[in-house]
């Protein structure tokens, strides 16, 4: 079992930056991919950015440019840094482990609203 707790979500205007965590109960190291979602009402969740314990990382097309997703194995926490936010960013985002295949744990998720 791997708890995940989301943290660093809020209201920010157009054009600024949030930074969310991602801490994990378990070493990140024995994680083979760690990821963040999004997901509005209605719709389906949607990646938005991943990182393997290889070292390769993942981006949503929509997010190219903007975000950045990091680990700090010391911490087993994991960030996405979010840079010049658009309205159509908000949404609730989600942490997820994926410890194999098969098994995978998400975060309870948290609320990142983006509005003048």
């Known amino acids: 079992q791997v708890q995940l707790v989301e943290s660093g979500g809020g209201l920010v205007q157009p054009g600024g930056s949030l930074r969310l965590s991602c801490a994990a109960s378990?070493?990140?190291?024995?994680?083979?991919?760690m990821a963040w979602y999004r997901q509005t009402p209605g719709k389906q969740r949607d990646l938005v950015a991943s990182f393997t314990s290889d070292g390769n990382t993942n981006y949503a097309d929509s997010v190219k440019g903007r975000f950045s997703i990091s680990r700090d194995n010391a911490k087993n926490t994991v960030y996405l840094q979010m840079n010049s936010l658009k309205p159509e960013d908000t949404a609730v985002y989600y942490c997820?482990?994926?410890?194999?295949?098969?098994?995978?744990?998400w975060g309870q998720g948290i609320q990142v609203t983006v509005s003048s």
């Open positions: 378990t070493s990140i190291r024995r994680i083979n991919t």
């Open positions: 997820y482990a994926a410890v194999s295949s098969l098994r995978g744990y």
